[in-house]
């Protein structure tokens, strides 16, 4: 039988990577986005990268006839859940609003495959579920304790996705704990495009190094790490969208739910990615000293076993290959927007 996947949020960063992995390992996919943080032109990338033009479904995934629609129309045989709202920030100041499209929205999508007989689902999680007390390198059984709205919604889904496993040994269901996605597909025709003023470390740099910012702010120089800034697990993202291939593989032999780190397994400090960036753009970052973030975990890294055993899935790319793939696409990305 065809290997049909569903990519929900398959416009997004992580879900374009994605689509494209699952296109190059011969499946049909179909993207279902509402295009709320992403544009139609992702199509085009997909395609050019891949010579398909993955199906399109314009589609809100609260809205449960239109799902049941995009069901009924292709024969889906697995869902990758991408789709969802990711800032913490927002998330902060507007909770409702995260718990809603985040959990309503995987409701709506877990019906809707029951509905349609389609029992293995891969999701989206985070490691930001991790409690801070816990002791790096985090793994899966380490303790969870979300501290924000954004990571409470992927722990309640965690909690559903169990639930269902339990109530029903049909399900198979993979849950994939990224550490921090960072990079671009190496052609540079597929990548990360933050609205706004980014949040996160990686396209904050990046915006500064094409002079769109003027300095990267440092949130914190006296934390109790080598060079005093936070250490993170940051991960290619073409490294992460193997991992959901894995996940589908596995997956097809195994019942239950099953939680995967998707991780490096090593810690780069902030200003050791800085001197990363410096070197591939070939020019000094301007950087400023800030007060420390509220909420920051001084280090962050996985324990990678667990997906290297039972998926035999590793990160191959180095940091340097992240900074230098995605310098590559903000360079066609700010080109193009000229
Ligand atoms: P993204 O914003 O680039 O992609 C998410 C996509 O989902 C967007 O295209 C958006 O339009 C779509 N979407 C949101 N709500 C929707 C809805 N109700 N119906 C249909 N489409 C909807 O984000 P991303 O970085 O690709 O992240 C993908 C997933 O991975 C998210 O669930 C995020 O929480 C999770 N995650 C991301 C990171 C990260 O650093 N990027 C880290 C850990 C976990
Ligand atoms: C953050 C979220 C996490 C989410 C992840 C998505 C918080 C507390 N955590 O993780 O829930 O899953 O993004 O990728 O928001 N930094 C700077 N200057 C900047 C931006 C960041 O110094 O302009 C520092 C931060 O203080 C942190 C490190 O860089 O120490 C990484 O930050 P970021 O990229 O935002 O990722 P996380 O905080 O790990």
Same mark, same amino acid.
């Given at each position: 039988?065809?290997?049909?996947?569903?990519? =929900?949020?398959?416009?997004?960063?992580?879900?374009?990577?994605?689509?494209?992995?699952?296109?190059? $390992? /011969?499946?049909?996919?179909?993207?279902?986005?509402?295009?709320? !943080?992403?544009?139609?032109?992702?199509?085009?990338?997909?395609?050019?990268?891949?010579? %398909?033009?993955?199906?399109?479904?314009?589609?809100?995934?609260?809205?449960?006839?239109?799902?049941?629609?995009?069901? !009924?129309?292709?024969? #889906?045989?697995?869902? #990758?859940?991408? $789709?969802?709202?990711?800032?913490?920030?927002?998330?902060?100041? !507007?909770?409702?609003?995260?718990?809603? !499209?985040?959990?309503?929205?995987?409701?709506?999508?877990?019906?809707?495959?029951?509905?349609?007989?389609?029992?293995?689902?891969?999701?989206?999680?985070?490691?930001?579920?991790?409690?801070?007390?816990?002791?790096?390198?985090?793994?899966?059984?380490?303790?969870?304790?979300? =501290?924000?709205?954004?990571?409470?919604?992927?722990?309640?889904?965690? %909690?559903?996705?169990?639930?269902?496993?339990?109530?029903?040994?049909?399900?198979?269901?993979?849950?994939?704990?990224?550490?921090?996605?960072? /990079?671009?597909?190496?052609?540079? *025709?597929?990548?990360?495009?933050?609205?706004?003023?980014?949040?996160?470390?990686?396209?904050?740099?990046?915006?500064?190094? #094409?002079?769109?910012?003027?300095?990267?702010?440092?949130?914190?120089?006296?934390?109790? =790490?080598?060079?005093?800034?936070?250490?993170?697990?940051?991960?290619?993202?073409?490294?992460?969208?193997?991992?959901?291939?894995?996940?589908?593989?596995?997956?097809?032999?195994?019942?239950?739910?099953?939680?995967?780190?998707?991780? =490096?397994?090593?810690?780069?400090?902030?200003?050791?990615?800085?001197?990363?960036?410096? *070197?591939?753009?070939?020019?000094?970052?301007?950087?400023?000293? *800030? %007060?420390?973030?509220? /909420?920051?975990?001084?280090?962050?890294?996985?324990?990678?076993?667990?997906?290297?055993?039972?998926?035999?899935?590793?990160?191959?790319?180095?940091?340097? *290959?992240?900074?230098?793939?995605?310098?590559?696409?903000?360079?066609?990305?700010?080109?193009?927007? %000229?």
């Amino acid at each position: 039988m065809e290997k049909f996947a569903l990519v =929900t949020g398959g416009m997004g960063y992580i879900g374009s990577h994605t689509s494209v992995a699952l296109i190059e $390992a /011969g499946y049909q996919v179909v993207v279902l986005d509402n295009l709320d !943080n992403s544009s139609e032109k992702v199509l085009t990338g997909i395609e050019s990268i891949t010579g %398909q033009t993955p199906h399109f479904a314009h589609t809100d995934l609260r809205d449960v006839d239109a799902v049941l629609e995009v069901f !009924n129309e292709y024969p #889906i045989t697995s869902v #990758i859940h991408t $789709a969802g709202l990711k800032s913490v920030e927002e998330s902060v100041t !507007n909770p409702s609003k995260y718990y809603e !499209n985040n959990i309503g929205s995987t409701i709506t999508l877990v019906k809707a495959m029951q509905t349609a007989g389609v029992s293995t689902l891969v999701f989206s999680s985070s490691a930001t579920v991790y409690s801070s007390s816990s002791k790096p390198p985090f793994d899966e059984n380490a303790k969870t304790f979300p =501290t924000n709205p954004y990571g409470m919604s992927k722990y309640i889904i965690e %909690q559903i996705m169990a639930d269902m496993a339990l109530a029903d040994s049909k399900w198979r269901l993979g849950i994939l704990r990224y550490f921090n996605p960072v /990079g671009a597909h190496p052609s540079g *025709k597929i990548g990360e495009s933050p609205s706004g003023v980014p949040n996160n470390l990686m396209p904050y740099l990046m915006q500064v190094a #094409i002079g769109k910012l003027e300095k990267l702010p440092i949130y914190g120089d006296d934390y109790e =790490t080598p060079d005093g800034t936070c250490i993170r697990d940051y991960v290619h993202v073409v490294d992460l969208a193997r991992g959901h291939l894995a996940a589908l593989e596995f997956l097809e032999n195994k019942n239950g739910v099953h939680f995967w780190n998707l991780g =490096t397994g090593k810690g780069t400090s902030v200003l050791e990615l800085v001197k990363e960036v410096e *070197k591939v753009i070939e020019k000094p970052i301007p950087i400023e000293m *800030k %007060q420390r973030r509220k /909420g920051d975990i001084p280090i962050v890294f996985a324990d990678v076993a667990k997906a290297s055993s039972q998926l035999s899935w590793q990160a191959k790319y180095s940091i340097e *290959k992240m900074c230098a793939d995605h310098w590559k696409w903000q360079k066609h990305y700010s080109d193009s927007r %000229q």
